[in-house]
């Protein structure tokens, strides 16, 4: 059995938030939420590190254990989906969240707190699969299609990975084994070649 | 239009826009269907896989995620 997860290479990103309008765009999520966005340390500094962040789907989540009324649920896959038919939107989520990943649209008729978004692994909710009930709620449901989340398998440096999480740890063990670190990972010599007359 | 009227209108307008908004019907968490039973419309799923089939839905799986490794996509 699968278990979904998504690892991100930061030295590979680029910041250029193709993930996150991958995602906007695949569930047509509404203005102020972001099931998923782009954090970058040390912003303008050389050596400046950026990590796609969304919900990591925990294996023990820390939201399904704060919610007062049970709407999460884990998948056999591993990914942590919720109802929103039963949730509340007290935010407590939000609080329990290290990753800052549940989202609170304003949809509601005065503008309030709607109930919470986050990210499904492009797994859609408990809707039917692929019913204009599941779209209108929770966004496309690509694993149903027979595909793996729009963000990972759209990003243009590949370094956001999502899948099954061996899989996508092997792939990640490959590269990182190819590449080799520090110096050798960027720099002038891995881009335009090393100079003649030394020794690689 | 005097100030009364205008309270009233506007009242009566926020009473209305209230009446859109949706009620919390469902009172315990929904059961979800498996993901290898596939969509609804087939009209956006991948080939190569067949729905119902949940070993096939694996191996499509692991298929596609090959495609996030240029190590198997090209020769380094």
């Known amino acids: ?200 | 239009m005097t100030l009364k009227t205008t309270v009233v209108v506007t009242a009566l307008a926020l009473a209305l826009v209230g009446c859109a908004e949706k009620a919390q019907t469902a009172q315990t968490r929904k059961s979800d269907s498996k993901p290898w039973d596939g969509a609804s419309t087939t009209e956006f799923t991948a080939s190569g896989w067949k729905a119902g089939d949940q070993a096939s839905w694996e191996q499509q799986m692991r298929t596609r995620a090959q495609g996030q490794n240029e190590y198997s996509r090209a020769t380094p």
Not at chain 1, 2 to 28: L, P, S, Y
Not at chain 1, 39 to 49: A, I, Q, R, S, Y
Not at chain 1, 118 to 131: H, I, Q, V
């Open chain 1, 1 to 200: 059995m699968a278990r979904m997860k998504f690892i991100c290479d930061a030295e590979r990103c680029i910041e250029c938030n193709g993930c996150v309008t991958a995602c906007k765009a695949e569930h047509d999520v509404p203005w102020g939420v972001n099931r998923r966005r782009v954090v970058t340390l040390n912003d303008g500094v050389p050596g400046e590190k950026s990590i796609s962040v969304a919900c990591m789907h925990c294996s023990d989540a820390p939201c399904m254990a704060v919610c007062p009324v049970d709407c999460f649920y884990r998948t056999d896959e591993g990914v942590v989906l919720h109802d929103k038919d039963v949730c509340i939107g007290c935010g407590y989520c939000s609080y329990a969240c290290p990753f800052g990943a549940p989202q609170f649209p304003t949809n509601g008729t005065f503008g309030l707190r709607g109930k919470m978004d986050k990210c499904t692994f492009c797994a859609g909710g408990p809707e039917a699969n692929g019913s204009d009930a599941e779209y209108e709620k929770y966004g496309r449901n690509r694993l149903a299609e027979g595909k793996l989340p729009a963000c990972a398998e759209m990003c243009s440096t590949k370094a956001l990975l999502g899948g099954d999480g061996d899989v996508v740890a092997d792939i990640f063990r490959t590269r990182v084994l190819q590449r080799g670190k520090g110096s050798e990972v960027w720099g002038w010599g891995t881009a335009y070649g090393k100079p003649t007359g030394t020794k690689s």
